[in-house]
DNA sequence: CCCGGTATTGGACCGAAGGACAGGTAACAG
DNA sequence: CTGTTACCTGTCCTTCGGTCCAATACCGGG
């Protein structure tokens, strides 16, 4: 398995060199050459033109390309969902030890996926809401509710004011409080700030 | 690295035992006494329950817990993003061969991710959209604010108080309001209410 | 029949939120 | 120099949100 970092001679870090010793740096277009699926490919993200060349590399011609890794100086999610749907199988801090590469070349040369803890939880936390897991969350708090608390806890998380859900139920807005106060009580939130960021998606920062 | 089964001896599949034939066939509760990071589950989906056991037993406790892969008779993309969620490491077919499993077993052991390349498509492609998508508007929305009322808006965006808001960029109660103002007209809103869900996605009910 | 949960409402109280009005500085363009 | 914009602060005042301490009524299980 031969490996190759898609960058200029200068950018190379040492530590790339410590954790593959026979590593080669080249330019984008011989890489494109190189390519195969007996190649780990490892792409140093500048500018925004990156996306592209993963696509091309891992994905040379009609069969196997060669297998992509993506290093990035500033991680984060958005730009790790990117990496992995341009085919990536690799996402990791540019400045990362020479033993977690090795490690990530072990994992990605056996048809797995590395991409950092934290990371793949905010990932995989997007693919869990855009398909429709999240709904199942908020079953799962909204049943531990009275049918009145529920129909309160919705209109207030849908952004309507004490009034309106009173308006909304046809009740007065002294009886919405009591739900909403049950409701605060049974979700453990201080108030319908916390409540909307819970119902919502489960990301909110306690203070 | 010790090898269980957590399921049925009578459900146990020839193939199983021929990629690991150290590994034990046991029960959930035994199952959970003995993760640990020294062991690789292997979970079998039947019923609806399996989230609730895999969450156990990736997360033992306060620190690391065994490493756990799905196996199911049936993969979705849904049900691979459920068990990622869940702190799965591994989602694959329950026939798959018993070399594919051993080579689970090694990505899944060294930090990696394995999912299988048409199903991983999926769960990145349902995050990038999740991510991608929601943070263009995001980013739309919040452009059009001064680099304060950006601050601010996002600090009350994730359910800080004004006063809390004040502390974190250390200037008045005050001031938070006068930005928390400029940001409503902008931003067209009436309260931090529609500002929380407009910020966090794309579905308020006007009132 | 009594107890507990649910649903409803009342009053009082206090802090948070938001608008109105009125200032202040600093930077920058015309 | 003047007008504009961002940024910061102040004082009122009103409304809204949340909690505490009540009360009444229904309904089902022990």
Not at 68 to 88: C, F, I, K, W
């Amino acid at each position: 398995m031969k490996q190759i970092f898609v960058c200029r001679e200068s950018a190379l870090m040492p530590r790339w060199r410590e954790a593959f010793p026979d590593a080669r740096c080249v330019d984008e277009s011989f890489a494109l050459e190189m390519a195969s699926a007996e190649v780990q490919a490892w792409v140093v993200i500048q500018g925004d033109t990156w996306p592209v060349l993963v696509r091309q590399l891992a994905q040379q011609g009609a069969q196997q390309g060669a297998i992509v890794s993506v290093l990035s100086y500033a991680p984060d999610s958005r730009e790790a969902t990117q990496a992995l749907e341009a085919g990536a199988r690799g996402y990791a801090h540019a400045l990362s030890p020479p033993e977690l590469l090795s490690q990530m070349a072990l994992v990605t040369a056996h048809q797995g996926i590395w991409v950092g803890p934290e990371l793949m939880a905010q990932v995989v936390g997007g693919a869990y809401r855009a398909l429709g897991g999240e709904e199942r969350l908020r079953e799962e708090m909204l049943d531990r509710l009275t049918q009145r608390e529920r129909a309160v806890a919705v209109a207030v998380a849908e952004g309507n004011s004490n009034k309106a859900v009173a308006r909304l139920l046809g009740i007065t807005e002294r009886t919405v409080k009591a739900h909403l106060g049950a409701v605060f009580r049974k979700l453990e939130v201080r108030d319908r700030m916390q409540l909307v960021l819970k119902l919502s998606h489960q990301e909110q920062s306690v203070t």
